[in-house]
């Protein structure tokens, strides 16, 4: 199958989901994964109108998106992937929404590059449900805390909770976990759910669900 009728079928399994939850097909926003992809694969979702994008890696994201978002200026770009503080200053500059705000001196450091280049833009604390050592996320023990500090000490404008459930795991009670968490922290958004698991994801809450295979076929060379 073709992009367009991947990305109508992620589309349409998002509304069942949802419905299935009684919960409006609006109240979850489709974040498109364009990682490892050009733009000939990216333009003509853009041109089915949809807008908003995920990418993991700032690099990758400044090669591809300065030039897409120039054409499509309301182009919605989140960053997924974990943020080194050196790269804070581009991250803000060119992602809408950053999805991996993970330890106290990234947040520090993104809300000084959000004050001085005039762009509050929403975020998303990562939480390692798994406790998994290699992969980024604050320990959910701290997210709560976590939470609060990057609103109260740092300003951060936090609107939700993301996490990405170990491979082997069963995701559904990951999905439960984050649920509890961002009630506990008083944040809305739920960014949840992959190719393999966003249907359960919506079922449980999810508010935004990043899918890249599911729409652009496997990755190449793929990065976690
Ligand atoms: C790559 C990636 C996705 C999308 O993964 P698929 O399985 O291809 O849908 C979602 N979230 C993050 C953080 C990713 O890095």
């Known amino acids: 199958m073709g992009i367009l009728e991947n990305y109508r079928e992620v589309l349409e399994n998002v509304a069942l989901a949802a419905k299935d939850a009684e919960r409006k097909p609006e109240s979850v926003t489709l974040v498109a994964v364009t990682k490892t992809h050009g733009a000939e694969k990216i333009l003509p979702l853009l041109k089915a109108g949809h807008r908003t994008f995920g990418e993991n890696r700032v690099q990758e994201a400044e090669k591809k998106w300065p030039a897409l978002k120039a054409e499509f200026p309301d182009a919605r770009l989140h960053l997924i992937g974990g943020l080194q503080t050196n790269k804070a200053k581009e991250a803000v500059a060119l992602f809408d929404v950053i999805e991996s705000v993970d330890r106290p001196e990234l947040a520090e450091k993104l809300a000084a590059e959000m004050k001085k280049q005039n762009r509050p833009l929403p975020c998303f604390v990562q939480v390692n449900t798994g406790e998994e050592p290699q992969k980024s996320g604050i320990a959910p023990k701290n997210a709560v805390g976590f939470v609060r500090e990057c609103r109260e000490k740092y300003g951060l404008n ?59 076929g496997e990755r190449e060379t793929p990065k976690a």
């Open 158 to 216: 936090v609107v939700g909770l993301m996490c990405i459930p170990p491979v082997d795991d069963e995701p559904a009670p990951h999905f439960a976990f984050l649920k509890k968490l961002a009630r506990e922290a008083g944040v809305r958004e739920l960014s949840m759910g992959m190719s393999g698991d966003y249907p359960l994801a919506v079922q449980q809450g999810a508010t935004f669900v990043r899918v890249g295979s599911a729409i652009f």
